[in-house]
């Protein structure tokens, strides 16, 4: 029975091409817009997603002033007496501070200004360096006997950052003073990091004339301990020592997984507003295929009519008529969702050339959900004009004309 | 001629209720969707730039450190490694053209303010009567209640409006007292708002005093100049540019300062809002395409239903461009009609952004609607309409009268 349904509703597809076509190529672009949207949206997502997992959970980050003023530079200033306090606080495994500031780089006669950071040589350095997910790829890592040497990012040696590629070994001046290059960071990701210098903290503050600062304190939390509530001692310990109230921190106290939350959050706020633009162009798609289910039910009344003279039941034609217009929704669904990932995977090429490693995710949920979502759009939008024509009086409407 | 084809398209539309509601619905709801995300967009541009102009045009602004490769410019001078320094104030001021440039140090410091501390940007500006008289143009500076700074005021304070309202428990007001880093100030003088989000949170105290204050006995953190009268301020611009390069030694595109006119800096921002607007609407026009979709597969339905008829038209007389404009003109008043309501509906739209924006406390924007948008709206809608009716007025001003008037 159902299969006879289906052949009956090609067969009209069919009878009707063009129409048919219109209706269709609308729920294409929408779809199309939608998925395309999704994939990148998510695959973004994922990219920063697996950024934030390499640096582990276990991570806390401590940074004068509030997240805005880190942007804005300033600050109220941190200092080794923070740090101190940080490494007393009960559950703090490890904790290393750091200094970064924009300076001013120099390789054979060519000066760019980039982000140079001082990061310690002892033991403190792999938590740092697992939390900015610093790793070495090439030369080695910074030793503590390191005072004039330098790693840097991928993009300074790889991309023409320079007029001349720098090598491991070379010399670069930071503020007029020469580095030895010694290793060179994987590809992190983002371009702001990974056109950074990382020196021994020690010289940064000779560098910089920064004798105290500390721009940001990274901690790790002991085993067994649930970094949210260490970050609540870390953060109450600092209080404390500033003799503010609660809610008056001049400071910011962050475990990775917060900081992973915040992230996200904002990025699906933005994806939301996005998506549900892209998706106001579905509900014209769907208005148009009433019209279209309108337009072919007034067409057919005579046939309505011969359909319910020989026994049709109000259900049948329903049925008929429903199935119609969710297979306009579902065949604009399917070709739709293939241009959109196609539109995807074209932006992914793109910007993974240009920007950033990222990878449009196609999950079968998206391409199932997007089938799915355009049938549905189909048969809603039917619904009324499917049930017109399931109320019509066969005798009136055999007599139509 | 024209008239009668404009009533009897009418006619047609009036005739089929359902069929072109549900195509208005399409065009409806694409170009509300654009009209309310331009006017609304539109409105945060203008807010910007209103308050970037309230800096004036003739105003260039100097910072430290060179443009970063990234784009990761660095708002303030803090995160900088370079720095400028009150002798580069004079290179400036030497700049013929400038006729006058005065150096501002700013810091974060703790305020006190009855027994409640924040911690808030401190500008330390300079009270000598020249650069007093520039910074009363600046509208980042403009002073709502008392006074401003004066030439001999040494722990004195002028206090941004929000800090004063909102900042604190109790309302700040002239003549109280402050401790910014435990230093003991009195309140002279009260800003007027500026919607500068830094602006807004910031305290002014005499330039000599936050020298003192901050131990940066020679720094500057910005330097503000303002441009004689008739002369180009980029041209200008690049004077200072030359001058300082040559004051520092550093070759042309190394430089380790940044010099940006008022102009650059609102168009640099332009450009970036321009581009976020571009694709949220290109977004959202894509429903417009889908609606236009619409009213052409409704224009095919009823060149089809219509065929008889127009081959009865032609057999007695109507020419092909007759029945071409016949039909086109059906499918712009679709599409018109759906312009006036959709631009309506995008407008109340607008506003309603706007109100919850409000709401939340953003008040430098106003939904803008410009004639500019409203007459472009419609007109594009419009064209909308009779870009879809172009094929099927095309196949029906195209067919064979004999064939039509046989066709039922």
């Not at chain 1, 289906?6 to 672009?29: D, E, G, P």
């Not at chain 1, 026994?311 to 429903?322: C, E, P, Q, S, W």
Request: aromatic content about 6%; glycine content about 10%; hydrophobic content about 45%.
């Amino acid at each position: 029975m159902l299969k006879e349904y289906v052949r009956f509703t090609i067969s009209n597809i069919a009878a009707r091409k063009k129409r048919s076509m219109l209706t269709i190529l609308a729920i294409v672009i929408g779809i199309a817009a939608v998925v395309a949207l999704i994939s990148l949206g998510y695959g973004l997502q994922n990219t920063i997603d697996e950024q934030f997992e390499l640096m582990g959970t276990d991570k806390l980050m401590i940074m004068p002033g509030d997240l805005m003023s880190t942007f804005m530079g300033s600050g109220t200033e941190f200092t080794q007496h923070e740090l101190d306090i940080v490494q007393r606080v009960n559950g703090i495994k490890v904790a290393g501070a750091m200094i970064y500031k924009v300076a001013r780089v120099e390789f054979r006669g060519d000066t760019k200004y980039t982000y140079v950071s001082g990061i310690p040589t002892d033991e403190t350095r792999e938590v740092i360096e697992s939390m900015q997910n610093f790793n070495v790829v090439e030369g080695r890592d910074l030793k503590e006997s390191d005072t004039n040497a330098a790693i840097v990012g991928y993009l300074v040696v790889n991309n023409g950052f320079f007029e001349k590629n720098p090598e491991v070994g070379d010399k670069i001046d930071v503020e007029g003073r020469s580095f030895k290059i010694v290793g060179v960071m994987g590809r992190i990701g983002n371009e702001g990091d990974d056109t950074q210098l990382l020196i021994p903290l020690d010289t940064a503050r000779e560098v910089f004339d920064e004798p105290d600062k500390i721009d940001i304190i990274i901690a790790q939390t002991e085993d067994g301990y649930d970094p949210g509530s260490v970050a609540e001692d870390v953060s109450e310990a600092l209080r404390k020592d500033r003799s503010l109230k609660k809610g008056e921190e001049d400071f910011t106290v962050q475990t990775s997984e917060q900081l992973m939350d915040t992230f996200s959050s904002i990025f699906s706020l933005v994806l939301m507003v996005v998506i549900g633009i892209a998706a106001i162009s579905l509900l014209v798609g769907g208005i148009g295929i009433m019209n279209t289910m309108y337009m072919s039910i007034l067409e057919r009344t005579r046939e309505i009519g011969v359909m319910k003279s020989i026994g049709a039941m109000n259900k049948d034609v329903l049925t008929i008529f429903l199935i119609e217009s969710g297979f306009l929704g579902l065949f604009g669904g399917a070709v739709g969702c293939a241009i959109g990932i196609g539109i995807a995977k074209a932006v992914e090429l793109v910007i993974s050339q240009q920007f950033i490693a990222l990878k449009t995710a196609v999950t079968w949920e998206l391409i199932a959900g997007a089938l799915l979502f355009s049938f549905i759009i189909g048969i809603i939008s039917g619904f009324l004009p499917a049930r017109r024509a399931a109320k019509m009086d066969p005798v009136v409407a055999l007599r139509y004309e | 001629m024209i008239t009668d084809l404009f009533s009897i398209a009418y006619r047609n539309l009036r005739r089929r209720k359902l069929r072109t509601f549900l195509t208005l619905l399409g065009i409806v709801i694409g170009v509300s969707a654009v009209v309310a995300l331009i006017s609304v967009g539109q409105g945060m541009q203008m807010g910007i730039n209103d308050m970037f102009e309230g800096i004036g045009a003739d105003m260039l602004i100097i910072t430290p450190g060179g443009g970063v490769e990234t784009g990761v410019t660095p708002v303030s001078s803090g995160i900088s490694a370079s720095k400028l320094y009150k002798h580069d104030v004079d290179v400036v001021n030497s700049v013929s053209g400038i006729e006058h440039a005065f150096g501002m140090i700013s810091d974060i410091a703790k305020v006190e303010f009855r027994g409640q501390v924040r911690y808030l940007m401190i500008f330390g500006v300079p009270t000598d009567k020249e650069s007093k008289e520039m910074s009363e143009g600046i509208n980042l500076f403009k002073i709502e209640q008392g006074r401003r700074l004066d030439a001999g005021d040494q722990y004195k304070a002028v206090v941004a409006g929000v800090v004063a309202r909102d900042f604190f428990d109790k309302e700040i007001e002239i003549g109280d007292k402050l401790l910014i880093n435990d230093v003991e100030f009195r309140v002279v003088g009260i800003q007027k708002k500026s919607g500068s989000p830094i602006h807004d949170r910031m305290v002014a105290i005499p330039s000599d005093t936050a020298r003192e204050l901050f131990d940066k006995p020679e720094e500057v953190s910005t330097i503000f100049a303002k441009v004689k009268e008739g002369v180009s301020p980029s041209e200008v611009a690049e004077k200072v540019e030359r001058a300082m390069r040559d004051d520092h030694n550093v070759d042309e595109g190394e430089e380790d300062f940044t010099v940006e006119s008022a102009e650059q800096m609102i168009s640099s921002l332009n450009t970036i809002l321009a581009a976020v607007q571009a694709v949220l609407i290109g977004i959202a026009a894509i429903s417009l395409l889908v609606g236009g979709i619409g009213i052409m597969n409704t224009m095919y339905t009823s060149v089809v239903e219509q065929t008889s008829n127009i081959g009865l038209m032609k057999a007695i007389g109507a020419r092909n461009h007759d029945i071409m404009l016949l039909f086109l003109l059906e499918a712009g008043i679709v599409g018109l009609i759906g312009g006036v309501i959709g631009v309506s509906i995008g407008i109340v739209l607008g506003k309603i952004v706007e109100a919850a924006a409000v709401g939340f406390g953003i008040d430098i924007f106003k939904a803008a609607v410009t004639p500019e948008l409203v007459i472009g709206a419609l007109l594009f809608s419009f064209i909308i309409g009779t870009v879809s009716g172009l094929f099927p007025a095309r196949r029906a001003a195209k067919m064979n009268p004999v064939d039509a008037m046989r066709y039922r």
